[in-house]
């Protein structure tokens, strides 16, 4: 992987998004079918926010000890929306940004996802999978490891 590499190389070009008004029971079943672990929140095309599966896990805190529980927690998550647990302040890059500029954002700020928003409108997402994963199928860094090992 060439870290002069525009982002638009290795980011995540289908997005699983959410809506700043749905609720958070939403945000759950998307979590919970997609595999995921970051939800953009958009309006529209422009984004708006971000929601983590930690945001999500923090705010439902493991309430949920017995069947009863669940419906509790499942009534909690019907009655709050998406923006208010969302984080705003977002630092986000363009797509034809270099990986190595990602890379500074991750290591500085410590978080895991980097919304790629291009004319105001989110045309991707990078998260520290999309790194790993370009560097683990990358050939040439497989190759590079054979030979000095």
Known sequence: MNLLDPV???????????????????????????????????RYTT????????????????????????????????????????????AKIESREPIRTALELFKINRFHALPIVDNDELTGILTTHDIITALADDPISLDDYKTNS
């Open 8 to 42: 638009s190389s290795i980011m995540t070009r289908t997005l699983i998004t959410i809506g700043p008004k749905d609720r958070l029971i939403e945000a759950k079943k998307k979590f919970e079918e997609s595999n995921i672990h970051h939800l953009p929140v958009v």
């Open 47 to 90: 984004l708006v926010g971000m929601l983590s599966k930690t945001d999500l896990l923090h705010f439902m805190r493991g309430y949920a000890q017995s069947e009863g529980d669940r419906f509790i927690e499942d009534a909690r998550l019907n009655a709050f929306r998406v923006e208010e647990i969302m984080t705003t302040k977002l």
